[in-house]
């Protein structure tokens, strides 16, 4: 979910104005800068994360930090700051840097604003992004080692209307893209031409479907490992809940349920369902009220990474030995529980 803010940087005054944040890395090593804690729910939370794990700040200042994902052949983490218009690199080496701008408002369409949001590579390894402003699913037309703000429109209308402001997205097996389409880059309500929130697949055969309109709020979407499962999480204070889809072999959907209710915490926790990631036990890590809601495949509630601010988006990383997190202002990290490739838990 895109929000907006305006957070200075304590001690940064600017003639009494509220100024946008420098973000800055934490690369005093010798000192790890750590937020929240764990909540401990079911035996099993620690079979995925550690007990003595904590969280890292790895870099802050951001106006909203979006849609990390894990660039395995390179070793980095890209993510948006979707108000900014940017998208940043972050490496253990170097650290943080600028890596694309704009990223997803470059005035390809109107009554929209702000950059990407959710970021996801294709089969070939190409970068496609969730383009608030611009209104559409896109690839960018460049290398990843040299990235240009050159992108070619995947998807950007459904029965001739202009999508509302895509927002997260999932490849399927089959090679179909999903994605949801709320309406937090639109300008002004009325500038819709939908007028509803879906959730789209776009075949390989680049036909666009609606699967679904009936969510108030589509937000972060991801399947379980063998795809007969789509779970969308729904970022609305009246049903904030993550719910879960049969996914048929001709792509539709069918079985709406509610996989997870977190309405018990909307406005007690901050944040709401937003992004999500499946690990390959089919295990869900969603961000939502509180942090990162950690869930089984049977919807057992097996902990929360808690936080005081609310999260947005989870990616994996590292061959799996950590969960990126981009959180309000914050890029942040977690160790995980990680096997290697001879089967031993680290």
């Known amino acids: 979910m895109t929000?907006?803010?305006?957070?200075?940087?304590?001690?940064?005054?600017?003639?009494?104005?509220?100024?946008?944040?420098v973000p800055s890395n934490n690369t005093d090593h010798a000192r790890?800068?750590?937020?929240?804690?764990?909540?401990?729910?079911?035996?099993?939370?620690?079979?995925?994360?550690?007990?003595?794990?904590?969280?890292?700040?790895?870099?802050?200042?951001?106006?909203?930090?979006?849609g990390p994902v894990w660039i395995p052949d390179g070793g980095y983490l890209l993510f948006s700051d979707?108000?900014?218009?940017?998208?940043?690199?972050?490496?253990e080496q170097d650290g943080l840097s600028v890596w694309l701008s704009p990223s997803g408002e470059t005035g390809y369409a109107s009554?929209?604003?702000?950059?990407?949001?959710?970021?996801?590579?294709?089969?070939?390894?190409?970068?496609?992004?969730?383009?608030?402003?611009?209104?559409?699913?896109?690839?960018?037309?460049?290398?990843?080692?040299?990235?240009?703000?050159?992108?070619?429109t995947l998807a950007d209308q459904f029965n001739g209307k202009r999508f509302n402001s895509p927002n997260d997205a999932a490849y399927h097996r089959s090679g179909d893209l999903?994605?949801?389409?709320?309406?937090?880059?639109?300008?002004?309500?009325?500038?819709?031409?939908?007028?509803?929130?879906g959730v789209f697949r776009l075949s390989t055969g680049g036909v666009v479907e609606l699967l679904t309109d009936d969510l108030a709020r589509p937000n972060g979407i991801a399947f379980s490992p063998d795809g007969s499962t789509l779970y969308v999480a729904n970022s609305d204070h009246e049903r904030a809940v993550w719910?879960?889809?049969?996914?048929?072999?001709?792509?539709?959907?069918?079985?709406?349920?509610?996989?997870?209710d977190a309405s018990r915490w909307s406005g007690s926790?901050?944040?709401?369902?937003?992004?999500?990631?499946?690990?390959?036990?089919?295990?869900?890590?969603?961000?939502?009220p509180g942090g990162v809601v950690v869930l089984a495949p049977d919807s057992t509630h097996l902990g929360t990474i808690r936080l005081p601010v609310p999260a947005a988006n989870v990616a994996f990383g590292d061959d799996g030995r950590y969960l990126y997190i981009t959180a309000d202002m914050y890029l942040l990290r977690i160790r995980l529980v990680w096997t290697d490739p001879t089967g031993t838990a680290q």
């Open 178 to 197: 999903y994605f949801t389409d709320p309406p937090y880059g639109l300008t002004e309500a009325s500038n819709s031409e939908l007028g509803f929130q």
């Open 82 to 91: 979707v108000p900014e218009n940017m998208i940043y690199r972050w490496d």
């Open 269 to 288: 926790r901050s944040g709401l369902p937003d992004g999500l990631k499946v690990d390959d036990q089919g295990n869900l890590f969603a961000t939502g």
């Open 3 to 21: 929000t907006s803010r305006c957070l200075p940087i304590l001690g940064l005054l600017l003639l009494g104005a509220c100024t946008t944040p």
């Open 111 to 152: 009554g929209a604003h702000e950059g990407s949001n959710g970021l996801l590579l294709n089969k070939d390894g190409e970068l496609v992004l969730c383009q608030h402003g611009d209104r559409r699913v896109a690839k960018m037309n460049a290398d990843l080692e040299d990235p240009q703000p050159l992108f070619t």
């Open 32 to 66: 790890v800068d750590t937020i929240g804690y764990l909540e401990v729910a079911h035996p099993d939370f620690h079979r995925l994360v550690p007990s003595d794990a904590r969280i890292e700040i790895l870099a802050e200042g951001f106006t909203w930090s979006e």
């Open 243 to 260: 719910v879960a889809y049969d996914v048929g072999d001709d792509g539709m959907l069918s079985n709406a349920r509610t996989f997870f």
